[in-house]
């Protein structure tokens, strides 16, 4: 099982754990929610990478600023190379930047909810976008959002790589 995210937030660093704070909250919830696993369980099956592996820095007005172009292609090699280490049944991107990096670009609506066969670098996987679980966007919570994480995380549960440990 591979999750990916965007980038480690300014506290990730600190803790020394991905999705330490607010977003991780919501995630390991809605995580409980599919499988009944706590935290401690996720970390222990679930591998987590980023698209891009430093903390980018904040956006002028607050918040945290997306990778560049650049920056994500500096960071490439990690998650290629843990793809290929890996191998993964199943991976899972969190958000519009992670979703981006396995399948081409479309709205959240079009991909959330749905499972993907995707072949990245040589390998074949299945792929399970998520929606990024920050406070920032509220996609998760209205509709047909919460409705589609609804389903992605229904499909996530029965995938037989959660039974087998991906």
Same mark, same amino acid.
């Given at each position: ?20 704070w607010t977003a991780g909250r919501t995630l390991f ?24 592996? #430093?903390? =980018?820095?904040?956006? &002028?007005? *607050?918040?945290?600023?997306? @990778? ?8 490439? !090699? ?5 793809f290929a280490l890996l191998r993964p049944a199943l ?13 081409p670009p479309a709205a959240l609506n079009d991909v ?14 299945? #792929?399970? =976008?998520?929606?990024? &679980?920050? *406070?920032?966007?509220?996609? @998760? ?8 994480? !609804? ?16």
């Amino acid at each position: 099982l591979l999750l990916v995210g965007q980038a480690p937030g300014d506290r990730e660093p600190k803790l020394g754990r991905p999705f330490a704070w607010t977003a991780g909250r919501t995630l390991f919830k809605w995580f409980h929610e599919a499988t009944g696993w706590s935290e401690e369980e996720v970390r222990d099956r679930v591998y987590f990478a980023a698209v891009c592996r #430093c903390f =980018p820095g904040k956006k &002028p007005g *607050g918040g945290d600023r997306v @990778p560049s172009p650049d920056e994500i292609e500096n960071c490439a !090699g990690w998650l290629e190379r843990e793809f290929a280490l890996l191998r993964p049944a199943l991976v899972l991107p969190v958000g519009k930047l992670a979703i981006a990096r396995f399948l081409p670009p479309a709205a959240l609506n079009d991909v959330i909810g749905r499972r993907f066969a995707v072949t990245w670098r040589g390998h074949t996987a299945d #792929c399970i =976008p998520l929606p990024h &679980p920050s *406070g920032a966007s509220s996609w @998760p919570r209205t509709e047909p959002g919460r409705t589609l994480l !609804g389903e992605a995380l229904r499909l996530i549960a029965a995938h037989p790589a959660m039974r087998t440990g991906g």
